[in-house]
């Protein structure tokens, strides 16, 4: 007798083991949410509305469950913005991201990392959208949290003033994005050899954004409408390519 309830006390212990594993897989497949090669698929077979309700569902579930702050709900919404973007819904991806990076901004314990990515991803999707003075703004905000962080005469700052004068310059505020140029470059002054390419860069920003400014006073003195400037500064020639950050 004891023989069988050992045996009947091990197969129900088995049972339960598979359905907590059974039970386990099912939840992290909830978790997760649907496959983005899946909604990728669906959009390019014409069906974007499946795939937007299929992320919609899945964004509502993890904002319901874990909150809006959690990294969960994030990813959620990151993929439901993917979808919004493939589906030409720009303005809604836009109003989404804004929505994740104040949920961020409010948590209690904010993921400086998580705020820094989504405000590179917003600077770049203000651009496709023609958005410029967001996309400054957002730039500043990135530049005003790594600062905190890190102390003004960081020399991981110098992307940030370098993307935040390359966009000054596109609005054609030439006296602004010179000034970010100039902080970078007093930033590097003292230890100049370990950042070679950047001072470079920054340089030859520099210079561009001098003609550019140079061949917008003069068609004004002429009377006609400054060049719009170029959406890109062309990349720095080779020669100057050398050393590391």
Do not use: C
Not at 97 to 122: D, H, P
Not at 170 to 179: E, L
Not at 222 to 227: L, T
């Amino acid at each position: 007798m004891k023989v069988v309830n050992i045996s009947i006390v091990g197969a129900a212990i088995l049972v339960n083991a598979a359905f907590l594993v059974w039970h386990y897989d099912l939840f992290a497949a909830w978790e997760a949410g649907p496959d983005r090669a899946e909604l990728h698929a669906l959009i390019t077979d014409g069906k974007a509305e499946e795939a937007r309700a299929l992320a919609v569902t899945h964004f509502e579930a993890m904002l319901a469950t874990h909150g809006s702050s959690d990294l969960r709900s994030l990813e959620a919404g990151k993929l439901l913005a993917m979808v919004l973007r493939r589906s030409e819904r720009h303005t809604e991806a836009l109003a989404l991201y804004e929505q994740l990076y104040a949920a961020q901004t409010r948590a209690e314990s904010a993921n400086l990392e998580q705020q820094i990515k989504l405000l590179s991803e917003m600077i770049g999707m203000y651009l496709q959208a023609d958005q410029l003075d967001p996309a400054i703004g957002s730039a500043r905000e990135k530049l005003a949290l790594r600062e905190a962080a890190l102390g003004p005469g960081s020399t991981v700052l110098l992307g940030d003033l370098l993307t935040l004068a390359d966009l000054y310059r596109q609005r054609g505020d030439y006296a602004a994005a010179r000034a970010e140029l100039e902080r970078g470059m007093h930033i590097i002054d003292g230890d100049h050899h370990r950042h070679i390419r950047m001072r470079n860069h920054l340089y030859f920003t520099l210079l561009h954004i001098e003609q550019e400014e140079a061949a917008a006073i003069e068609a004004e003195k002429r009377g006609e409408e400054a060049p719009t400037p170029n959406r890109q500064i062309p990349i720095v020639p080779g020669p100057l390519m050398i050393g590391s950050i």
